[in-house]
Every structure is written in C-alpha cells, then in structure tokens.
C-alpha cells in the first residue's frame, strides 16, 4: 500500500491566519481526499482532489475556507483560510490503493 | 445518506474474541463496507472489507448478513495494543468513505 508524509504534524496558530497542509506519497494516485477529525468526533470527508481538475467539495465545505492544490499525481495541499478556534481538528489526507484506502497520520491543528 | 450505527463502547479480555457490530440498513448493493481502527489520534489502519461474502484475513474476519444489513468484525485474540475506535465505513459513489461515530474497544487484562 501507498506511504503518505504529511506534514506539518501538528501547528498552533493565531485565528484570521491560515495554514497550508502537505501530503506527499511515495507512488501516483488518481485520487486524493480530504479529510477532517474535530475533537473527540469521527472523521468528515472536505473534498477530493483529482490532478488537473478542480477539487469536489462536500456539502458544508467551500473553497473560499478550504483550498486545495493538486499539481501532480503524488502531492496536494490543503489550506486552512482566516483560521478560527473553530477550526481546531485534525486534518488527514487518504488515497485509494489496495486493498484499502491509506492515511496520513494527520496534521493537529489549534487556534487560539 | 448512507450510515452506519455502531455502539460507542466495548470491552473485551485480553486473549479473548472480539466481535464488534455495524449496523448499515441502508447499504445499497454496490457499497462495500470497510473496517478501520484509529489508535492515539493517528491515522486510521486498515482492517478488512467486504461486499456480499464473509471475508478473513491475517488481522480479521468480516461478516456480513445475508441483507447486507449488518455485519460484525471479529478480532480472534484481542490483545492490549487492539484498544483503539473501531469504525464501520460505507464506500459510496466516487470513493467516498462516510465514516460512522465508530466504537471504542477496550481490551483488559
């Protein structure tokens, strides 16, 4: 199965910054996912990123907030805009392989 | 929306079958179930998966009913390092995983 870096593993930052999330994997993928882990909750699907095209958000989840990059088959980016303690969580990238779907091991994130 | 229900919490003895339920009434008949287990805040860990048939592999077995309504993961000999949140998951139209609240097992010694 694939092997994702991502990175920063965990930041605190101010509310009205913003903050960019790395996911790197070790092999080309088609598809790569988003996701959000609030405190003490599961996990929620933010968007799914294809190479070459605009990303597909969930309902609840906007650009504007959340913008993501795909420039090739093996990185994305995940921006978290005008942060606020709200958007304290954990946030995780996920490819499909086999013979299921890898995780990174997630970016904590706390605003204050 | 696909869902799945599990209980939040059980507990098992150390060495002992582990059988955890899932709940997913409204599974249709192409989304496969998937079983994830999240330890510390990491990253979810794959377990098993399955569509129709039971499945078995080196960390578990998956059973699904004959409706596809429900299934249960068995984890033969819980160990300590087997506490963690079990989570049940549909896999729906373009890999999309809905993942549910998830259980958290307990292992005792």
């Known amino acids: 199965s694939a092997v994702i870096s991502q990175k920063p593993s965990r930041d605190i930052c101010q509310r009205g910054t913003s903050l960019t999330i790395q996911c790197q994997v070790d092999?080309?993928?088609?598809?790569m996912f988003w996701y959000r882990q609030q405190p003490g909750q599961s996990l929620t699907l933010i968007a799914t990123a294809n190479q070459g095209s605009e990303a597909t958000y969930e309902s609840g989840f906007v650009i504007d907030k959340f913008p993501i990059s795909r420039p090739n088959l093996t990185f994305s980016t995940l921006t978290v805009s005008n942060m606020s303690p709200e958007d304290s969580s954990i946030y995780l990238c996920?490819?499909?392989?086999?013979?299921?779907?890898?995780f990174g091991s997630g970016t904590r994130l706390t605003v204050v | 929306d696909a869902k799945t229900t599990q209980p939040t919490s059980m507990d098992c003895a150390e060495g002992r079958a582990a059988n955890l339920p899932c709940n997913h009434s409204t599974i249709s008949g192409n989304e496969y179930v998937y079983w994830y287990r999240q330890i510390h805040s990491q990253g979810p860990q794959y377990i098993i998966h399955g569509l129709k048939n039971n499945e078995t592999n080196e960390m578990a077995s998956l059973i699904i009913t004959e409706d596809r309504k429900s299934s249960t993961l068995i984890l033969p000999h819980a160990t300590l390092r087997d506490t963690a949140v079990y989570y049940c998951i549909f896999e729906t139209s373009g890999s999309r995983l809905t993942f549910g609240e998830g259980t958290q097992l307990t292992v005792n010694p």
């Open positions: 092999s080309q993928v088609t598809m």
């Open positions: 996920s490819v499909a392989g086999f013979p299921g779907y890898t």
